[in-house]
């Protein structure tokens, strides 16, 4: 089966730079995709690593090593708006390349 | 371009009732998905579509049947509604990059409240 652990909430403050990891068990393994959800709001697609290594995209970076089965989100200069919850997804096969599994999420709380 | 939308917004039902949870997307995406997300949950996979005309179940299926009516549009079936079918029901719709991400596009999701 397909597991994944996320810290449940993190706590930052405003201006300051949050990690939030990711680790996960699969069978079988093509890529750690990173989602941030607002309450109330549906999930937006922010970033995606299929090899080792970092992803930077604005304020956002997304790390994955492999061989560790560990990712992480990294958040800099973090604004009131980044509160939200941050989900990992792992894409894996097995009823094609389609599956997809979800962590339980991080609430991120950014504080003035 | 609406994206992903979906309809109802909002839905009271009563125990033993069925609906149908409508979707559709205008991205000419291939995949579809329906995802049931709980407290404490995440998004739970119920079933998923890779194509126009295929169907497969996902994580938590029973309960639940789906059709692709096309290419565009992904239903979602409940046939007779339990309490423990409450839940914010997403769809969402996926395409390939040339990175190889399987960035997939939510609606707005709707809220079910089985009674």
């Known amino acids: 089966g397909q597991s994944l652990e996320q810290p449940s909430e993190v706590t930052a403050v405003e201006g300051a730079i949050v990690q939030i990891n990711c680790t996960y068990q699969t069978s079988g393994f093509y890529g750690l995709s990173w989602y941030q959800q607002h309450d109330g709001g549906a999930p937006t697609f922010l970033s995606y690593n299929a090899l080792d290594g970092l992803e930077e995209t604005g304020r956002f970076s997304s790390f994955l090593s492999r061989s560790d089965s560990y990712g992480y989100l990294l958040l800099q200069e973090l604004q009131m708006k980044d509160s939200a919850s941050y989900f990992c997804a792992v894409r894996s096969p097995g009823g094609g390349y389609q599956k997809v599994t979800f962590g339980t999420g991080t609430k991120l709380q950014v504080i003035p | ?115």
């Open chain 2, 1 to 115: 371009n609406a994206g992903v939308t979906q309809t109802p917004k909002f839905q009271v039902l009563k125990t033993g009732q069925s609906m149908t949870l409508q979707c559709a997307q205008d991205m000419n995406h291939n995949s579809m998905y329906w995802y049931r997300q709980d407290p404490g949950m995440g998004l739970r996979l119920i079933y998923y579509s890779a194509s126009e005309g295929t169907t497969d179940k996902g994580e938590v299926p029973n309960g639940y049947n789906v059709s692709r009516l096309n290419k565009r549009e992904f239903s979602l079936r409940l046939e007779s509604a339990a309490p423990s079918q409450t839940s914010v029901y997403f769809c969402a719709s996926s395409r390939r990059t040339s990175g190889g991400a399987d960035t997939q596009y939510f609606g707005p999701g709707t809220r079910l409240t089985v009674l």
